[in-house]
């Protein structure tokens, strides 16, 4: 891919954090800056699950498209060009599922057999469950359908699963679809967000986290042990950054302090891939679980 640099003025509303309170505790992430320019041009990468290889969207004027990486950083090739973004994997890591024009479809990793999935227009976010049968995804049109999906891959037919919720993920049990679930705040003040487990078979659900925010607490997923959960943070006024949630010790912690988002999970969950938003970058880079050992993965 050619060198472009494209400078992106990101001001997502919904995105804005100054404060996050989390038990009472405030963890403060801003600065008084009034505008940030941050870049965005290898983004939402997913992981295989065999390890081996990272696929990414490159929003890269000229060269948009589906692509694969090595983990190595190496034999970059791009696998379809145009829109493709949300890219899940299936479990045998032959194939990917993605949105495109609002709508999903499955390719396989050589490019071969491109299909359109029979979901409804609006269908964003797919995730592969862990035994391969079933994808969640986003609805998000029209209004009285919205919601989490599962689409069956042997009947090929979706279904509503639950009215409410955002950025689903499979725990690893395969029984629970975690998700992101915003509400308004009765103070006045930014939402109060939850990282839920929903049970597939009885819909009970149970509460990881719930925190205040005066921002949007995006692209969560759960590691592939369940033992926490990754996610992205866009302060109005800063760089947007990795944050995770440690189910074990009910703590939150800040990953990146130089530009994140976009986190998703490696195999095994020793490792996230993510984008560097800081200017001049727009990059791929990955750490270990704990945020050290940050490495370049592409430059855009």
């Not at 948009?64 to 899940?88: C, F, H, K, P, Q």
């Not at 090929?156 to 029984?175: K, V």
């Not at 995770?244 to 969950?269: C, E, I, M, S």
Request: glycine share 10%.
């Amino acid at each position: 891919m050619g060198s472009t640099s494209i400078a992106m003025r990101i001001a997502v509303s919904c995105l804005s954090l100054f404060a996050l309170w989390f038990s009472g505790c405030t963890l403060s992430t801003g600065t008084d800056q009034a505008v940030v320019d941050e870049l965005y041009l290898h983004v939402r990468a997913s992981w295989s699950p065999d390890g081996r290889t990272i696929a990414f969207t490159s929003a890269i004027q000229g060269a948009m498209g589906i692509y694969l990486i090595d983990t190595s950083g190496t034999n970059t090739r791009r696998l379809l060009e145009g829109e493709g973004v949300g890219i899940a994997w299936s479990p045998d890591s032959r194939w990917l599922c993605f949105s495109r024009v609002s709508s999903l479809y499955r390719i396989k990793g050589d490019g071969d057999s491109l299909i359109r999935l029979n979901t409804y227009v609006g269908s964003i976010r797919p995730s592969w469950s862990p035994d391969g049968k079933r994808i969640a995804f986003v609805q998000t049109d029209p209004m009285d359908i919205r919601g989490i999906w599962l689409y069956d891959l042997h009947a090929e037919t979706a279904s509503q699963f639950i009215t409410y919720g955002n950025y689903p993920s499979w725990h690893p049990s395969g029984d629970e679809i975690v998700i992101v679930d915003a509400q308004v705040n009765p103070s006045g003040s930014g939402l109060i967000y939850r990282f839920l487990g929903v049970d597939v078979a009885n819909l009970s659900t149970r509460t990881f986290s719930a925190f205040s925010s005066s921002a949007d607490c995006g692209f969560a997923s759960i590691s592939p042990l369940g033992n926490a959960i990754v996610y992205g943070l866009k302060p109005a006024d800063n760089l947007a950054q990795v944050w995770k949630f440690d189910v074990a010790t009910n703590r939150h912690v800040q990953l990146t302090d130089d530009g994140g988002d976009y986190p998703a999970w490696g195999p095994g969950g020793a490792k996230i891939v993510y984008t560097r938003t800081a200017a001049r970058d727009g990059g791929l880079w990955i750490m270990n679980s704990d945020g050290s050992g940050k490495r370049r993965l592409t430059k855009p």
